[in-house]
């Protein structure tokens, strides 16, 4: 019988993994980093510039992130950002991630052990 509860212990622990709290936040911000640079760096790359209305979508970021301009310099300053808010977003990810699935399998083994007791 021991082996049979070794078994169900495995996939509980396979079907649920643990994310990685640092790994998923470092991951995250690189993401939102490049992201953030790569999209000010390609509308300065391929834009025309004696257009006015050039990156009037980027321009609104500075709302989020103070101190960025369509500008090289502005997009380093809005990757800085995007890897800060990338981080607090992949902790918090994980964090609930994690948090809800340790929840679910302590609801899981309440339930078999109360089962267990009703059967006995």
Do not use: C
């Not at 998923?24 to 790359?45: H, N, W, Y």
């Not at 990810?93 to 929840?103: D, G, V």
């Not at 899981?108 to 059967?119: N, P």
């Amino acid at each position: 019988m021991r082996k049979n509860e070794d078994a169900d212990k495995v996939v509980l622990m396979l079907g649920f993994a643990r994310l990685s709290v640092v790994g998923m936040s470092i991951s995250i911000a690189v993401v939102v980093a490049l992201f953030i640079f790569m999209m000010t760096a390609i509308l300065l790359l391929t834009g025309d510039p004696g257009d006015q209305f050039m990156g009037d979508n980027l321009k609104k970021l500075w709302v989020f992130f103070p101190g960025y301009t369509v500008s090289m310099a502005g997009s380093l300053i809005g990757a800085a950002y995007g890897a800060l808010f990338g981080l607090i977003g992949g902790f918090l990810i994980a964090l609930l991630w994690n948090l809800t699935h340790y929840i679910y399998i302590g609801l899981v083994v309440i339930r078999s052990l109360w089962w267990r007791m009703m059967a006995e």
